[in-house]
C-alpha cells in the first residue's frame, strides 16, 4: 500500500506569490494534518482536517488555508508569502479522529526567495 | 497551551551502547498522549513510541523504551543496543485527549549513532 504522498516535492517561489501543496492520504484515512517544519525546528501545527471540516488550527495567520476534498486528498494554500515560510511543509494522516497512528509524508520543500 | 522541550539539540552514542534522550512538556490536561518520532536524514517521520498518560506503566517497543513521570512532566526515550540506523533527529511530541491529530512537537534531539 502506498503511504502518505505529497507534491510536488520542492518549490521555489518569491515573495508576495501564492503556493498550493497537495497531499493524499494513506487509502481509508479521513483524518489530514498540515505541519510547518523550519530548519533547525520541530514541525508546527497548521491545520487538522476530518471528514471535510477543518477540526483544528494552528497559529499561523490567515494567509494559510486549507482544505479536504471528498477522496480526504487536502491542499494547503499559502497567499502573499514571505521569506519567513520558507520550510518543508509536512502532511500526515490517520484513520480518524483520537488515538490513531499518524502517518507522515516526505514533506514539500519550499523555499521563498 | 502546550510546549514541549527538548533540551538536548545533539548527542552520540556508541554502537552496541544504551543512550537517553530527554523531553519534558508542560500543560494544565490530564488526559494527553506522549509520542517520540524519529526523522531520518530522508526526512520521512516515523513513530517510534507512544505512552497514554493515564497509563503509569512505561511503554516499551523492542529496543526502545520511555521513562514517564506525570507528575515533573518528563518523558524520556531509551535505546538500547544502539544500531547505526538509528542515527536520526528524534522529536517528543505531545497531543491532547480531546483532539484529533493536532501534534506539539519539541524542537529535537540529533542522534548520532557511532560505529
Known amino acids: 500500500d502506498a503511504g502518505v504522498t505529497q507534491s510536488p516535492t520542492h518549490l521555489i517561489k518569491t515573495r508576495g506569490q501564492q503556493v498550493t501543496l497537495r497531499c493524499s492520504p494513506i487509502?481509508?484515512?479521513?483524518?489530514v494534518s498540515w505541519y510547518q517544519q523550519v530548519l533547525g525546528q520541530g514541525p508546527q501545527f497548521i491545520f487538522q482536517?476530518?471528514?471535510?471540516?477543518?477540526?483544528g488550527r494552528g497559529n499561523f495567520p490567515d494567509r494559510f488555508s486549507a482544505r479536504q476534498f471528498p477522496n480526504y486528498s487536502s491542499e494547503l494554500n499559502v497567499n502573499a508569502l514571505l521569506l519567513g515560510d520558507s520550510a518543508l511543509y509536512l502532511c500526515?494522516?490517520?484513520?480518524?479522529?483520537?488515538?490513531?497512528?499518524?502517518?507522515f509524508g516526505p514533506g514539500t520543500r519550499l523555499t521563498v526567495l | 497551551a502546550q510546549t514541549v522541550t527538548q533540551s538536548q539539540p545533539e548527542m552520540s552514542v556508541q554502537e552496541a551502547e544504551t543512550v537517553t534522550l530527554s523531553c519534558t512538556y508542560d500543560?494544565?490536561?490530564?488526559?494527553?498522549?506522549l509520542f517520540w518520532y524519529k526523522q531520518p536524514p530522508s526526512r520521512q517521520m516515523i513513530l517510534v513510541i507512544r505512552?497514554?498518560?493515564?497509563?503509569?506503566q512505561n511503554a516499551t517497543e523492542n529496543r526502545f523504551s520511555v521513562n514517564f513521570q506525570k507528575a515533573a512532566k518528563s518523558f524520556s526515550l531509551k535505546i538500547s543496543d544502539s544500531q547505526l540506523g538509528d542515527t536520526a533527529m528524534y522529536f517528543c511530541?505531545?497531543?491532547?485527549?480531546?483532539?484529533?491529530?493536532?501534534?506539539?512537537f519539541g524542537t529535537g534531539t540529533s542522534l548520532t549513532v557511532i560505529p
Open positions: 500543560t494544565s490536561e490530564n488526559n494527553y498522549y
Open positions: 505512552q497514554e498518560a493515564y497509563k503509569q
Open positions: 511530541a505531545f497531543m491532547k485527549q480531546d483532539t484529533g491529530n493536532q501534534f506539539y
Open positions: 482536517y476530518y471528514e471535510k471540516e477543518e477540526r
Open positions: 487509502s481509508g484515512h479521513k483524518s
Open positions: 500526515a494522516s490517520s484513520l480518524g479522529q483520537g488515538l490513531n497512528e499518524q502517518f
